[in-house]
């Protein structure tokens, strides 16, 4: 899966769960490669797509 396929799909999770909302940039830019997954520390929860 490449990086702005998962970083849309996790935009609405991530904004749905987390206080502060985001935008797909930041989501981006946060967003690192673990493995064969895409990773993200959010505030509340970690991520993985």
């Known amino acids: 899966m490449k990086k702005i396929e998962a ?3 996790l935009h609405a999770i991530y904004n749905s769960y987390e206080i502060r909302k985001v935008k797909l940039a930041t989501i981006l830019r946060k ?3 673990w493995g064969d997954n895409w990773r993200l520390c959010g ?7």
């Open 43 to 49: 505030y509340a929860h970690d991520y993985t797509v």
């Open 31 to 33: 967003m690192y490669k």
């Open 7 to 9: 970083a849309r799909e």
